[in-house]
């Protein structure tokens, strides 16, 4: 994929670990220039030692209101120009909703689709004035299915794909792409509260994605040709339903 995303600039949410970690570290052996976007200034810092010039590091916090609105503006100023946007960046609540904390609940919520919907909203702008982008929103298996082990979670992500597809039909006139990525279970921090024999099982049986394996789908979306538009992808490890 070397030189697919040349002269290209993407953002990507949570891009210190799990799915955002691969999909900035994709684009950027694809010859783009990723601002990383994450709270974890550490990490980040860590990420573009490693990754060099290409690598621009944006510490935030997309939960604070006045963070998320500097959001484009701050990623213009450090790299001039965003052809590619990836809102990545979300959390999970799982478990019976009775029992789930309603602090948590407006987290999640606020950042899983609230978040999503102004960063979309705000590189809209630029976008449209250069006529073209890409946006990819990684959505979840679990918004095509009702979970009832995870009414919460499914909820804020059906909730984001229809955000997907409904802003899809009104921007695509400008050159702009927009589209998810539903993947079944990702080997993430959100799997941070399963066993560790679980966890194991899991991946032996094969009923685990690597958040490489959704990159690889990520950069299949950003590089077909213009013309064609990859509107949702919806993935799972090929045991999920053993």
Known sequence: M??????????VTGAAS???LASAEAMLAAGARVV????D????AALCGKHGAAAIPLA???LDPAACAGL???ILEAAGRLDILHANAGTYVGGDLVDADSTAIDRMLNLNVNVVMKNVHDVLPHMIAQGSGDIIVTSSLAAHYPTPWEPVYASSKWAINCFVQTVRRQVF???IRVGAISPGPVVTALLADWPADKLADARASGSLLEPEEVAGVVMFMLTRPRGMTI?????MPTNFDL
């Not at 070397?2 to 953002?11: F, I, P, S, Y």
């Not at 509107?231 to 993935?235: F, L, T």
Request: charged share 30%; hydrophobic share 50%; glycine share 14%.
């Open 72 to 74: 484009a503006p701050r």
């Open 173 to 175: 006139k400008h050159g």
């Open 2 to 11: 070397a030189g697919e995303l040349d002269g290209k600039v993407a953002a």
């Open 18 to 20: 799990g799915i955002g």
């Open 60 to 62: 935030l916090d997309l």
């Open 41 to 44: 200034e550490a990490a980040l």
């Open 36 to 39: 990383l976007v994450d709270r």
């Open 231 to 235: 509107r949702d992808v919806v993935m």
